[in-house]
């Protein structure tokens, strides 16, 4: 097994491995990777839908797509959920379509959000389509002191309402006010259960609040702490190759996607694994 840095602040490039016949040793340097790099990506792999699975649920317990994104089920991985343009029959085979995915961790709207995101490239797209990732630990470790200390103790409400995509999830009605928006809410200083290390926890900034500020003061803040947490030094762009196997941690980084072309193919395969803290 080989690995290489994507950058001095996040990601770690892991090759010639085949993840479907990991020993544990190496199945536990991939993990300490994951949690140290908070981004890996794993080159050439060549996987089933079962495959994709058992080697998710080795990060531990996988979790179900969320209902508005359960367009299509493998029926045999049935915990594997499809993330595609693709339209076949006049119906969209997977989640998301082709345009932009704005910064976001996955599912911050529930009170236990997944520890890992399994993302794995089938077709991919050259122009455009490129996933970016953000480290939240080192974007808090730098923060100003002054934003520092407007977020101390501080919570954010995360909105359910909408997907990374900008679409208003099923059964859900357009929020109003977002001091009254469904979701879930986190500590914007947020501890790693596993690392024990601080992160800048967002979620996403649609409909974001931070509780107990009037909506002008929190609008202000998180504007400054999304411009501050996106900036190109905390970030690393994933230009896709085919049969790619990224793994994020959810608790640790945020990731956005880059539109692209909607005539050309993309589909990607995608589990998600529950956090220890929601056993
Ligand atoms: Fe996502």
Same mark, same amino acid.
């Given at each position: 097994?080989? $690995?290489?840095?994507? $950058?001095?602040?996040?990601? $770690? ?9 990991? #020993?544990?040793?190496?199945? !536990? ?31 531990? @317990?996988? #979790?179900?797509?969320?209902?508005? @994104? ?6 045999? !991985? ?11 029959? /006049?119906?969209?085979i997977g989640a998301l379509g082709s345009g932009e995915a704005e910064w976001h961790t996955d599912m911050s709207y529930i009170? *236990? ?25 080192? !974007?808090? @470790? ?10 101390? /103790? ?5 909105? =359910?309402?909408?997907?990374?995509? /900008? ?58 702490l999304w411009a501050w947490c996106t900036q190109d030094r905390f970030t690393y762009a994933h230009t896709w190759s085919p ?14 996607? @880059?539109?692209?072309? *909607? =005539? ?14 929601? *056993?």
């Amino acid at each position: 097994m080989q $690995t290489r840095d994507l $950058t001095p602040v996040i990601g $770690t490039e892991i090759s010639g491995i085949d993840v479907s016949a990991l #020993e544990d040793a190496d199945f !536990a340097r991939i993990r300490q990777a994951w949690l140290d790099r908070c981004l890996i990506v794993i080159r050439d792999q060549h996987l089933t839908p079962e495959q994709l699975c058992d080697f998710s649920r080795r990060f531990g @317990e996988l #979790e179900p797509p969320p209902a508005s @994104e359960a367009r299509k089920r493998d029926e045999e !991985a049935a915990e594997m959920w499809v993330i595609s343009n693709v339209v076949e029959n /006049g119906k969209p085979i997977g989640a998301l379509g082709s345009g932009e995915a704005e910064w976001h961790t996955d599912m911050s709207y529930i009170p *236990a959000p997944p520890s890992a995101s399994v993302l794995y490239g089938r077709e991919v797209v050259t122009d455009g389509g490129n996933t970016w990732f953000g480290n939240m630990y080192v !974007a808090l @470790e730098e923060l100003p002191a002054d934003l520092r200390d407007a977020i101390a /103790g501080r919570q954010v409400n995360h909105d =359910s309402t909408y997907t990374s995509a /900008g679409d208003l999830r099923k059964g859900m009605s357009e929020v109003v006010d977002v001091t009254r928006a469904p979701g879930a809410r986190h500590q914007i200083i947020r501890k790693h259960p596993v690392t024990g290390r601080d992160a800048l926890y967002l979620g996403r900034r649609t409909n974001g609040w931070v509780v107990g500020l009037d909506v002008e003061a929190s609008d202000r803040l998180l504007d400054d702490l999304w411009a501050w947490c996106t900036q190109d030094r905390f970030t690393y762009a994933h230009t896709w190759s085919p049969d790619d196997l990224l793994v994020w941690d959810n608790r640790s980084t945020i990731h956005r996607r @880059e539109s692209f072309d *909607a =005539s050309a193919r993309r589909v990607m395969w995608r589990c998600q694994v529950r956090d220890e803290i929601a *056993a």
